[in-house]
């Protein structure tokens, strides 16, 4: 019985099947062959003599949480950098290169602000460098794992060191403590096979997978805890205080407890969307969209990815170029992919809050103009607005018209000269003060002794209402006309001025708001002398 067809052997088939069986065994093999991996942690006391360690010999990431499986340091020769992960992951990397961990540590605004803290403020001035790991430890990590985050250079920068919040870091990750913040994730660096050239990852692929933390591998890559560990911010006694200042930054505790953590809903889950706005939208409209999965981690800080600013200016305020760039990818390709990333940050902002005019109506006894604004957190896991809220807050802007248009009340202007908007407002925003009490506008959180809500922040699918009277001049007739818009804002202006003081140039910008909804209501106004309360349209609206 003949089995094979005659002149089998000879069929391109064959051979294409026989020298693919022939490059599989040579990996297997090669697999075996790779050598033990090398022991790369880092002694500071033996192998970084500059290292400085102030507050002792045991701790040498604090106050940062971070640390490693032996509390050892990280070869800092033996990282690899996010660009040896294009060559195989090139998606990835560029969207990456267009999000806010790419730039965590280069960010111009963070970068000046930092050495405000560790050098120009009053608890800096014993060990603020070294205090500075508190904040390095999210903003840098790789800074601080390999010892570079001392006064003395104890290791040379390299492409590896600037990388902000780079791949490995999270990739590595085999333990995180959410509430303990501050960078508390325990990654295991020093564990990562060191393959010296992408093509023989082939060889070991599992080895890989379980290295860099496959979901399958890690389930904790999936988890809000791993997010958490960086979205809380507690400052330390070590930094400056008899005791911790609390609630810097309680984004993950937000979470936590919000109807999204009961649902299963990770932090992952909307800010790693391919489209996180489409993906909020359809939680809102209760269903569970399938996952999908990008590394631009789309959140709220539309300025450092505005394509609309001059290009120059946004890369000066990035800290440069891209890591990759014209190795990986050309400028044309990274800016397009910017743009996306900045369209994604707006589309996801605006899908977060709902805003309404609420019992809007004309009291002709006293003369008022009476609405209620109702501000929904619609779309967000955690508070509205989150984050480090002495910078990052919202407020309304009223504006009361009568029937020829003309403005009688306006409150919550934007003054785009002085970039600052009429403080009358109502703005959810944390207010810091010093000791002596003067107010901090820029972020010196070294210095910090109170903090308070001027207004506290929206917590997941609540509403906020806000009831406003508006006296009505003589002369106001109507039909009357209330236009209310929810701003949301990336920084308060002065923090800017942290750049000039470092001396790392000057930044002529005013930093913009963002227009997050729309609302408004329309009122009849009858005959003054009638001595009752006129009647309101029922067309009140919100986009």
Not at 200 to 218: F, N, T
Request: proline fraction near 7%; aromatic fraction near 8%; glycine fraction near 8%.
């Amino acid at each position: 019985m003949k089995i094979l067809p005659e002149g089998f052997f000879s069929l391109p088939l064959f051979r294409f099947l026989l020298v693919l069986g022939m490059t599989l065994a040579l990996f297997l093999g090669a697999g075996f062959l790779l050598p033990p991996q090398q022991d790369l942690s880092v002694n500071p006391e033996r192998d970084l003599p500059l290292y400085s360690l102030p507050f002792g010999k045991h701790l040498p990431f604090y106050p940062a949480e971070l640390t490693t499986p032996d509390n050892r340091l990280v070869n800092w020769r033996a990282i690899p950098g996010s660009r040896f992960c294009g060559e195989c992951h090139l998606k990835e990397t560029v969207e990456w290169a267009t999000s806010m961990h790419a730039i965590s540590d280069l960010d111009l605004v963070y970068d000046s602000t930092v050495l405000e803290n560790t050098d120009a403020s009053v608890a800096g001035r014993a060990h603020g460098v070294e205090k500075g790991r508190w904040c390095e430890g999210c903003h840098n990590p790789m800074g601080v794992l390999s010892g570079a985050v001392t006064p003395a250079n104890s290791v040379q920068e390299i492409e590896n060191l600037e990388e902000g919040t780079s791949c490995i870091v999270c990739h590595t990750a085999n333990h995180a403590e959410p509430l303990a913040g501050n960078g508390a994730l325990e990654t295991d660096i020093n564990g990562v096979f060191r393959y010296g050239h992408p093509a023989l990852l082939a060889a070991a692929p599992s080895r890989h997978a379980r290295d860099m933390r496959a979901v399958r591998e890690q389930p904790l890559m999936g988890d809000a805890a791993l997010c958490g560990a960086c979205h809380t911010e507690i400052r330390p006694p070590t930094v400056n205080g008899a005791t911790p200042l609390m609630s810097l930054q309680d984004t993950f505790d937000e979470w936590r407890h919000s109807p999204y953590a009961q649902e299963g809903i990770q932090c992952q889950s909307c800010h790693m969307a391919e489209d996180p706005a489409a993906f909020v939208r359809a939680l809102k409209e209760g269903k569970r969209p399938k996952k999908t999965v990008s590394h631009r981690f789309v959140g709220n800080n539309y300025l450092l990815s505005n394509t609309n600013l001059p290009t120059s200016l946004l890369l000066k305020l990035r800290g440069g170029t891209p890591s990759g760039l014209n190795r990986l990818f050309d400028r044309a390709t990274f800016m397009k992919e910017m743009e996306k990333t900045f369209n994604a940050v707006v589309a996801l902002m605006q899908e977060a809050a709902e805003l309404e005019v609420e019992t809007a109506h004309i009291n002709l006894a006293s003369r008022e103009l009476r609405f209620t604004a109702a501000v929904t957190n619609a779309g967000a896991g955690h508070a509205l607005p989150t984050g480090p809220l002495d910078q990052r807050y919202l407020w309304l802007e009223v504006e009361a018209k009568d029937a020829r248009g003309n403005t009688f009340f306006h409150q919550g202007r934007f003054d785009g000269k002085t970039g600052e908007e009429d403080l009358t407002a109502t703005r959810w925003i944390k207010e810091v003060t010093d000791v002596e009490g003067n107010p901090i506008r820029r972020h010196v959180l070294f210095d910090a002794q109170r903090l308070f809500y001027v207004r506290k922040p929206i917590p997941p699918r609540e509403t906020d209402r806000i009831d406003y009277r508006v006296p009505l001049p003589e002369g106001v007739y109507g039909p009357l006309k209330v236009e209310i818009r929810l701003w949301y804002r990336i920084a308060l202006q002065d923090i800017l001025e942290n750049i000039e003081r470092q001396n790392l140039g000057k930044v002529g910008v005013i930093l913009p708001p963002l227009l997050l909804k729309e609302a408004s209501a329309d009122m009849i106004m009858t005959d003054p002398n009638a001595g009752r309360q006129a009647a309101w349209s029922q067309n009140t609206k919100g986009e």
